[in-house]
């Protein structure tokens, strides 16, 4: 999965961001279902219980077109682990988030000292 943005490369909140994980047992649901009532959500939770997997969706939204522009940038996914596990049973599930944002701006402006006051 891969959110990004449609700004223009030099823009200061251009950048991507990637959900992750190594685990070889995935589903995913990239982009959820769009629509102006809560429909993405609710397709999402009854596929999630009735199959305990996640598939692509294989339409943008269940409202016609013309969409206003803010609901075309509306981006909402999900990525999940599959295991089964047993009463009791523990495990780890490693999730990795990447991002990049080349045109941020430091915000630190380069000073990242603590005063005195807080210093250990």
Same mark, same amino acid.
């Given at each position: 999965?891969? +959110?990004?943005?449609?700004?223009?490369?030099?823009?200061?909140?251009?950048?991507?961001?990637?959900?992750?994980?190594?685990?070889?047992?995935?589903?995913?649901?990239?982009?959820?279902?769009?629509?102006?009532?809560?429909?993405?959500?609710?397709? +999402?939770?009854?596929?999630?219980?009735?199959?305990?997997?996640?598939?692509?969706?294989?339409?943008?939204?269940?409202?016609?077109?013309?969409?206003?522009?803010? +609901?075309?940038?509306?981006?909402?996914?999900?990525?999940?682990?599959?295991?089964?596990?047993?009463?009791?049973?523990?495990?780890? +599930?490693?999730?990795?988030?990447?991002?990049?944002?080349?045109?941020?701006?430091?915000?630190?402006?380069?000073?990242?000292?603590?005063?005195?006051?807080?210093?250990?």
């Amino acid at each position: 999965m891969r +959110f990004g943005s449609d700004l223009p490369d030099d823009d200061t909140r251009h950048g991507t961001a990637v959900p992750a994980t190594a685990d070889p047992d995935t589903t995913a649901k990239p982009q959820w279902l769009s629509g102006f009532w809560q429909d993405g959500v609710q397709v +999402f939770w009854d596929e999630l219980c009735s199959t305990g997997r996640l598939t692509p969706e294989t339409r943008f939204s269940i409202d016609e077109p013309p969409y206003p522009d803010w +609901f075309t940038r509306l981006r909402v996914g999900s990525l999940g682990i599959a295991h089964r596990l047993a009463p009791g049973e523990g495990r780890d +599930f490693e999730f990795l988030l990447s991002w990049h944002f080349p045109n941020r701006p430091r915000a630190w402006q380069g000073n990242i000292n603590l005063d005195n006051n807080h210093a250990g």
